[in-house]
């Protein structure tokens, strides 16, 4: 099936879905025109798939080290499975990256603290609370898909295109 052309050449379609895809991750709804949310549904419930399915896939691996006296340290880490690192790289490569901002009442010190763990903030929402938030409605419901949901508007007052709300349900 083709995609939709969105009245755009081909770098400033993909380069549109990626942005509203990765907003309407991050933000949990945008308001767009029909045509678009169509498309952009599409590609935000392929990738929401793909984090539900790959959300509690991890490997536990054992590791000895040396520390600084010389001495044997093991340690017991909780690594990502392969199929899930090649999950995040998939979505790393669609989605663009967003920073976190900044609290009103934090101090630089405290923001560079809070966002040093997390170097990209988009991915790690889809497979942290995203994922796993579909994978038990999957569980509990017994239905996988329809992660989005579209809402009109009414059209557009310049040019009377169709506006619509999407969301994640």
Do not use: F
Not at 54 to 79: R, S
Not at 120 to 139: C, F, Q, S, T
Not at 151 to 160: E, F, H, W
Request: glycine share 6%; with cysteine; proline share 4%.
């Amino acid at each position: 099936m083709a995609n939709r052309k969105l009245g755009r050449p081909t770098d400033q379609r993909k380069a549109l879905l990626r942005n509203q895809v990765t907003n309407l991750i991050w933000h949990g709804k945008i308001e767009t025109t029909l045509a678009r949310a169509k498309e952009v549904s599409s590609m935000a419930e392929k990738l929401i798939t793909l984090a539900a399915r790959e959300c509690d896939n991890t490997v536990e691996v054992t590791k000895n080290t040396n520390n600084e006296k010389g001495q044997t340290v093991v340690l017991n880490l909780v690594n990502d499975a392969p199929s899930k690192l090649a999950a995040r790289r998939r979505m790393m490569a669609y989605l663009y990256e967003i920073p976190v901002t900044r609290e009103a009442d934090e101090t630089r010190k405290e923001y560079k603290a809070r966002t040093r763990e997390v170097k990209h903030p988009v991915v790690e929402k889809l497979m942290r609370e995203i994922g796993p938030k579909y994978k038990a409605r999957a569980a509990e419901k017994g239905i996988g898909g329809g992660y989005t949901r579209i809402i009109k508007k009414g059209p557009r007052r310049g040019d009377g295109a169709e506006m619509v709300i999407l969301e994640l349900v």
